[in-house]
């Protein structure tokens, strides 16, 4: 088979810009602008949220926003930072520091251009659904407390990453600056009240705009014993450069004795989460946008997308970024559809971080807290949790213990366990799907069916036992036939039938059991006859060497032929 890049890489750009209008680029470039205004707060909360600064989260938003939109596999599709990534970044940057992030995004980004040359865009879509609703609403409510700090202008350092310590140490220091905790509310009253009033203007942006407003107002005009210089704003805590940093590599901190291979070792889970996370949001995002849009994405030229800018970014000082559902929705809802308004919405923002640089200083601490208190309550998904009640037990019990591994413990562990616990109950409830059924007299041909074809019923030779398995026959259903076939003895039934003809394939552990099995029928003086094996379960048979220890005339097309070669068996032992 010969391999061909065009197959997984086919940016959209290229195949749009052919037929492209002067019409088509007003509404990109007017869609482009709108949804660069919207990813300003987003990008600075981000950032800051996930340990590093405003201007890295800026960065990420243009060099990667712009990255995806150039190469990606979805007309629409706009890039940057998201909440998803907040709690990971965090935990890298405390545990490994700053050069940790910057490696663990590379190797994400590596990972991310594998699986999609690997045509594995289509496999990220089968991660159960309960997993992914479990740990966005973990994310959730660990963005939620990490906000508090700021929410309440605690003005804490050193503040626990777990989640438990985290409303400890709050507890302990809780001493709320009320100027910062208004400000905060008030952002928060025009973020839920914005949406009522007008859907064009996001409330994440008035929010910013008009707090920004009274914080400046309040500092240039009130009387210092109001005590408002304690309000903090960006520029208190960050410096905002004005332009693209140059590109570098951290120097990397590592523990005496400690190699280059061994950082990489350790952090192969956090970059595994990173891309796991980066790709499920992604394809997520650009198939609720081809619902939408009525198109269909590249999901491997996606992925091999996301990789790139996950590659390039960290040289910039930028976090791990992916592909956001309501940055990609304000595209579409304003006319973007083609990937120019993605890569327009890089240029606003990198306008913003060139001239804008000291109006983004003075947007307040505690208001940012209220924007991504909002996008917490978003992405928690209550609703769907509350519809998810009336699933089965077991999808509720993947979920809720997605949920709290990622609360209580890091987002690494809940998917790796999530998806684990997923694909145990997936088996246990494929095994009870299969059915091993038991005939000694007759068999009644019309049962199987709800079309009475009125048939004859097949009689079974005395001393001829017929098993059937209803579904796969793998590992989870080989050693429960194993124990049935077991409780038979050879002299009551010299002659055993098993009937695959539902039996769609076969695993090594069932042709393992299958192999002792004939081997025990040797001993015992049995005949195993298979009977209705179709041509992939046979072929693995003849692999597997199964056909060789057995006579080939022992396997049958239909049970008719196995009931009369029951019946020649049987005459040949009397006779």
């Known amino acids: 088979m010969q391999f061909s890049l065009r197959e997984v890489f086919a940016p959209k750009l290229f195949g749009t810009l052919a037929h492209y209008t002067r019409a088509q680029f007003a509404q990109d470039a ?33 060099i990667a926003g712009f990255l995806i939109s150039f190469l990606g596999g979805s007309k629409v599709q706009i ?29 994400a980004g590596i990972i991310l251009v594998l699986m999609g040359l690997a045509h594995l865009g289509s496999v990220i879509k089968f991660v159960p659904y309960p997993v992914i609703v479990g740990f966005t609403a973990g994310i959730a409510v660990t963005i939620f407390s990490t906000q508090m700090n700021d929410f309440f202008g605690l003005g804490l350092t050193d503040v626990p990453a777990n989640f438990i310590d985290k409303w400890i140490f709050y507890a302990h220091h809780f001493q709320p600056n009320w100027w910062a905790f208004g400000i905060g509310v008030f952002s928060l009253a025009i ?7 007008t859907k064009r203007i996001p409330g994440s942006l008035a929010a910013i705009v008009f707090a920004t407003l009274i914080v400046w107002l309040l500092k240039s005009f009130a009387p210092e014993s109001w005590g408002i210089a304690s309000l903090q704003t960006i520029s208190d805590l960050y410096e905002l450069p004005h332009g693209i940093p140059a590109p570098h590599m951290p120097a990397l901190d590592m523990a005496e004795g400690e190699t280059f291979f061994t950082l990489i070792q350790k952090l192969f889970p956090s970059a595994f989460t990173i891309a796991m996370l980066g ?42 970024a992916t592909g956001a559902i309501a940055r990609t929705m304000t595209n579409i809802n304003n006319g973007g559809r083609t990937p120019v308004a993605g890569l327009i919405h890089a240029v606003v923002l990198l306008l913003v971080l060139l001239f804008l640089g000291s109006l983004v200083g003075m947007i307040p601490m505690a208001c940012l807290a209220a924007v991504l208190i909002m996008v917490s309550y978003t992405m928690s998904g209550w609703r769907t949790i509350v519809g998810l009640c009336k699933h089965p037990t077991r999808d509720l019990a993947v979920l809720a213990i997605t949920f709290f591994l990622t609360v209580i413990f890091d987002l690494t562990v809940a998917i790796e366990i999530g998806i684990l616990l997923a694909l145990v109950l ?10 091993i059924r038991t005939f000694h007299n007759e068999i009644d041909p019309n049962e199987d069916t709800d079309i009475q074809s009125n048939l004859e019923h097949l009689s079974i030779p005395e001393g001829v036992e017929v098993y059937e398995i209803d579904g796969p026959y793998f590992f989870g259903i080989a050693n429960r036939f194993d124990d049935i076939m077991g409780h038979v003895s050879g002299e009551k039934y010299p002659i055993r039938i ?11 552990t069932a042709m393992h059991n299958l192999e002792m099995l004939i081997q025990r029928s040797h001993r015992e003086h049995m005949t195993i006859i298979l009977s ?29 032929i196995a009931l009369k070669r029951a019946e020649q068996l049987l005459s040949s032992q009397q006779s």
């Open 30 to 62: 007017l869609a482009g602008i709108i949804v660069g205004i919207v990813a300003i707060p987003l990008a600075i909360a981000f950032g800051i949220s996930s340990g590093v600064g405003p201007t890295e989260g800026l960065v990420t938003a243009i």
């Open 79 to 107: 890039g940057g930072p998201t909440g998803a990534f907040i709690v990971i970044i965090y935990g890298i940057i405390q545990q490994y520091g700053l050069a940790g992030l910057t490696v663990a995004t590379i190797m």
């Open 191 to 197: 973020c839920i009240g914005m949406p009522f009033v």
């Open 279 to 320: 790709a499920i949001e992604s394809l997520l995002s650009a198939m609720v946008a081809d619902g939408v849009i009525g198109d269909k994405h590249n999901s491997n030229t996606e992925l091999i997308a996301q990789g790139v800018a996950n590659i390039v970014v960290p040289f910039f000082g930028g976090i791990p």
């Open 426 to 435: 997936f088996l246990m409830r494929t095994s009870e799907e299969t059915h």
């Open 498 to 508: 098993i009937r695959m003809r539902k039996v769609p394939f076969v695993d090594s």
């Open 532 to 560: 209705g094996v179709n041509e992939h379960v046979h072929h693995q048979l003849l692999n597997g060497g199964i056909e060789q220890m057995m006579n080939p005339e022992n396997i049958c097309p239909n049970i008719h």
